[in-house]
């Protein structure tokens, strides 16, 4: 263990680089968004029809076209009556899910949520946008602690059963976000099996991280709606996902899948908000992807540029930290984080401490329910934007600081 005046002495050292690092949120770093800059030039004045014929500059294709949807029900593991495709941001779809449930109740004529008690099943660690979801329409979030293997299934069982208000639950089922956890066969059967007092209660699966893995291909993940459909609760489940980390956050696909029955409830509806998602940009990525295995190997492309970022990040905590009792972290096989867990009551002062040294973490507590972690442990690390000399210095500033607020210290 490294003295306080050894500590010290880093710390200053670190003041004097002047450091300004952003480790905040997951996003693709330059050489990722460069990787598919070719998108931009396969829709022109020349080519702007779907191999089916359709001009995309027109009306028309209100949740998406034939080849469209028949690419992306793949990439969901869906039926193409099965998908919806959106605009560019899959947490709309979200938003507006949800939304539709407060006021106009859930498809097989199930009551609007508002006015009534709801709230959602939370896993923690977890995603700040979900919570921030629930907490905007005022639906009471129960956080349940996230295993290796997924949500404690003995304790979501047993709420879900005895509670009617409990009309939701948030999963991020592969890579989750921020521990990188892959939920089992035997977790995803329970939850689509699982009785429930509301009748009304629905899964919002955001698998955000489906194909985004390390190296050697994604993890297996069992078909959460053909387990629905066994268990008797075909239309449990609502199923998002996007291409906003497969080829440009700002400019993806986002997609939505689900029961038939579900998706044509929400057909329903999009009439009334929408004249259709962005058809050209819809056609950029059928026209540069193809196929399914097109997107698979963009995603090696992703993988070998940020796998080395990751193992950085499991060098130096591993040389800093490793056999210290300071802190334990996550080693995930894809996704876009790090969960790293101090002592109790440590987070907020590390976070704070790096931030003084130039370096930027996400909010302590933003991986829980009203951004209030109750052990203030849980720190995520988000390694994909910044270089990997970058990386490599805002981790060793993380390290020392664990260990120098470990020791009572600050900056």
Not at 5 to 21: A, H, N, P, V
Not at 202 to 228: F, M, Q, S
Not at 326 to 337: C, D, I, K, N, S
Request: aromatic letters at 8%; a neutral charge.
């Amino acid at each position: 263990m490294a003295s306080k005046q050894q500590l010290d002495e880093r710390i200053e050292g670190f003041k004097r680089q002047k450091l300004s690092l952003d480790m905040t949120r997951g996003k693709p770093g330059t050489e990722q968004l460069d990787i598919c800059s070719d998108m931009l030039t396969v829709v022109d004045e020349h080519n702007y029809r779907t191999p089916s014929g359709l001009d995309v500059r027109n009306y028309g294709g209100l949740d998406g076209f034939p080849e469209a949807k028949k690419l992306f029900a793949e990439f969901l593991e869906v039926a193409t009556e099965e998908v919806i495709i959106g605009g560019n941001a899959s947490l709309n779809l979200m938003y507006d899910t949800v939304a539709q449930c407060m006021t106009h109740g859930t498809s097989g004529g199930g009551k609007p949520w508002y006015g009534q008690k709801s709230k959602f099943l939370c896993p923690v660690p977890g995603y700040d946008r979900h919570f921030a979801i629930c907490e905007y329409f005022g639906i009471e979030m129960i956080p349940v602690a996230l295993t290796d293997s997924g949500p404690p299934m003995d304790e979501v069982e047993a709420l879900v059963r005895q509670d009617p208000a409990i009309r939701g639950m948030w999963c991020v089922p592969k890579y989750s976000n921020p521990t990188g956890a892959v939920y089992s066969d035997d977790t995803v059967e329970r939850l689509a099996s699982m009785k429930t007092a509301a009748a009304d209660f629905r899964i919002l699966w955001d698998n955000a991280y489906t194909v985004h893995h390390l190296g050697g291909g994604p993890a297996r993940l069992k078909n959460i709606l053909e387990a629905c459909k066994q268990a008797g609760n075909a239309e449990r489940v609502l199923i998002f996902g996007s291409t906003s980390k497969v080829s440009f956050p700002g400019a993806g696909i986002a997609l939505m899948g689900g029961s038939a029955g579900n998706m044509e409830w929400l057909r329903s509806r999009l009439f009334f908000q929408t004249i259709g998602p962005d058809k050209i940009n819809m056609l950029r990525h059928v026209l540069y992807f193809g196929d399914m295995q097109g997107i698979l190997d963009h995603m090696d492309k992703h993988a070998r540029i940020i796998a080395p970022k990751f193992q950085a990040v499991q060098e130096i905590l591993e040389r800093e930290l490793g056999g210290k009792g300071l802190a334990g972290w996550t080693r995930p096989q894809g996704g876009y984080f790090v969960s790293l867990e101090t002592q109790p009551g440590k987070a907020a002062a590390v976070i704070a401490l790096a931030g003084e040294l130039g370096v930027k973490f996400t909010k302590a507590g933003a991986t829980w329910p009203y951004g209030k972690d109750p052990q203030d442990s849980n720190i995520r690390i988000a390694p994909t934007l910044p270089s990997l000399e970058q990386i490599r210095t805002a981790v060793e500033v993380l390290a020392v600081c664990i260990q120098s607020v470990g020791l009572g210290g600050g900056a």
